[in-house]
Antibody
Framework: EVQLLESGGGLVQPGGSLRLSCAAS????????MSWVRQAPGKGLEWVSA????????YYADSVKGRFTISRDNSKNTLYLQMNSLRAEDTAVYYC????????????????WGQGTLVTVSS | DIQMTQSPSSLSASVGDRVTITCRAS??????LAWYQQKPGKVPKLLIY???TLQSGVPSRFSGSGSGTDFTLTISSLQPEDVATYYC?????????FGGGTKVEIK
């Protein structure tokens, strides 16, 4: 059974940093691309970032480019999102999601999602 | 960047009604279009991919169609358990984009 468990969320001041983790199990982690998707309170889904199965390719939404860094440790079956220079508009539930293949179009098919971790940016 | 526009943003229909949600891409995306269902307080669930292929386990009352820039999600007979927000998503490139969502309620 595929399981994705996010952690690392919490309250942080504007300008601060936070690192999210997503522990994966139930599948061959290195064989699939992974994404982070966020949802601000009462709002829709916003894709944040993606990484290929090998970790060699990374992609970002314009809204987080230069501030967030996605990475993965395939030996630990764990996905990360390092968030720097946080802003109030980054407040959201952050979900990690499993893609459909390591690279290519189906890498963007998000068939499994974690339960999410809440990040609140406020002074 | 390709934008995804859904309409309507919300709708209210009776049990048994046929419900149609549309999604328009600002540029052609072939059939690289997925639909997700998010029930209140729950995690999003993949319903349809490749514009018209049902994910395993999804009831057959759900269907998708379209190609290029215009896509449709149809619920042939709305059920109470279908109350949710539905999102389209394009995946023709590594830069993913979701539509704004359509909230479906029971009248």
């Amino acid at each position: 059974e595929v399981q994705l468990l996010e952690s690392g969320g919490g309250l942080v001041q504007p300008g601060g940093s936070l690192r999210l983790s997503c522990a994966a199990s139930g599948f061959t982690f290195s064989s699939y691309a992974m994404s982070w998707v966020r949802q601000a309170p009462g709002k829709g889904l916003e894709w944040v970032s993606a990484i290929s199965g090998s970790g060699g390719s990374t992609y970002y939404a314009d809204s987080v480019k230069g501030r967030f860094t996605i990475s993965r440790d395939n030996s630990k079956n764990t996905l990360y999102l390092q968030m720097n220079s946080l802003r109030a508009e980054d407040t959201a539930v952050y979900y990690c999601a499993k893609g459909g293949e390591p690279v290519g179009a189906a890498a963007g098919l998000l068939g499994y999602w974690g339960q999410g971790t809440l990040v609140t940016v406020s002074s | 960047d390709i934008q995804m526009t859904q309409s309507p943003s919300s709708l209210s229909a009776s049990v048994g009604d046929r419900v149609t949600i549309t999604c328009r891409a600002s540029q052609g995306i072939s059939n690289y279009l997925a639909w997700y269902q998010q029930k209140p307080g729950k995690v999003p669930k993949l319903l349809i991919y490749a514009a018209s292929t049902l994910q395993s386990g999804v009831p057959s009352r759900f269907s998708g169609s379209g190609s290029g820039t215009d896509f449709t999600l149809t619920i042939s007979s709305l059920q109470p358990e279908d109350v949710a927000t539905y999102y389209c998503q394009k995946y023709n490139s590594a830069l993913l984009t979701f539509g704004g969502g359509t909230k479906v309620e029971i009248k």
